[in-house]
Structures are given as structure tokens and as C-alpha cells.
């Protein structure tokens, strides 16, 4: 027998006289969470054949001043978007990726998804006009040339 053999079942027997003697703590079972608004990846991307409305709204830049953005879905039940987000009237600018969804202990989601200046967009609130379908998002958001990051709010 490997030394290596003899390491792996020392490591088994550890573990099984530990687990009969009471000094392992075994999990307990996870409970399930109920999706109660932006809870499943079809919410915010569709689960059709088609992705999902685009998210469109405005950045709230320091002085006043807004910017447009658009959080669109690229296909069904994907966390594939594409964030733009407006420089001026005739420069925008965009980052193509992936956006994780975070769902708590009550079923509400929140997203994180990436922008051009870096960094990332992150859902403050998500807003479910019916069923689970995410209608709404007000967030922050990091934009190109400004520091720090700046309120959103973006609708479908």
C-alpha cells in the first residue's frame, strides 16, 4: 500500500470516529427561498424564445445633470447584458458580460453588472409591477470620467 493510501483512509478514519464521537458539526438543510421579485434569471432576461424589453433610464450626474442608460438583455434566461451608457449626444459607450444575481432570504434579487468605465452596476432596489418580472431597477452605477459611483434608476 502507496503511503498516499495509507494518508487517504487515516483521513477517512479520522473523520468517521469524529463524526461517531459528536465533534463534526454536520450542516443542516438549506431552506428553500421563494422567488417574490427578481429572484430567477427569466425576471430581468425573458424566458421566451426572445430576450426580454430593454431596462432604459438616466444617470444622475454631480450638479444635475443625467445621462441615458440602457441595460439590455441579449438572450432568455441568460445573465448575458449589454450596459450603455451615454457620454454626450453623440458619444456612448457600452460593456458586453455577464450580471450576477444575488437573491436574499425573502426572494427579492439584486443584480451586479459591468459597465465600460469599469467597475460595476449594482441594483440598490428592484421593482415587480406583477409576478416576479422585474419592471424596474434604481441602483448605482460607475460612469466613464466621473468618479465614484452615481444613482440610476432604469425601467421597462
Request: glycine content about 12%.
Amino acid at each position: 500500500m502507496s503511503s498516499r493510501s495509507r494518508s487517504v483512509r487515516t483521513a477517512q478514519a479520522l473523520v468517521a470516529s469524529l463524526i461517531a464521537l459528536g465533534g463534526v458539526a454536520t450542516a443542516a438543510p438549506a431552506h428553500a427561498v421563494v422567488n417574490t421579485c427578481g429572484g430567477a434569471l427569466a425576471d430581468y432576461s425573458g424566458s421566451g424564445v426572445l430576450a426580454d424589453t430593454a431596462f432604459t433610464g438616466t444617470v444622475t450626474l454631480p450638479g444635475g445633470g443625467t445621462r441615458d442608460i440602457t441595460i439590455t438583455p441579449l438572450a432568455p434566461n441568460s445573465t448575458l447584458v449589454r450596459t450603455e451608457i451615454t457620454a454626450s449626444a453623440t458619444d456612448s459607450r457600452y460593456a458586453l458580460g455577464d450580471f450576477i444575481l444575488r437573491v436574499d432570504s425573502s426572494g427579492q434579487g439584486a443584480i451586479t453588472f459591468p459597465t465600460y468605465a469599469g467597475g460595476a452596476g449594482t441594483s440598490k432596489t428592484v421593482i415587480c409591477a406583477t409576478g416576479t418580472r422585474v419592471t424596474k431597477i434604481a441602483g448605482e452605477v460607475h460612469v466613464q470620467g466621473v468618479q465614484g459611483t452615481l444613482d440610476f434608476t432604469a425601467s421597462r
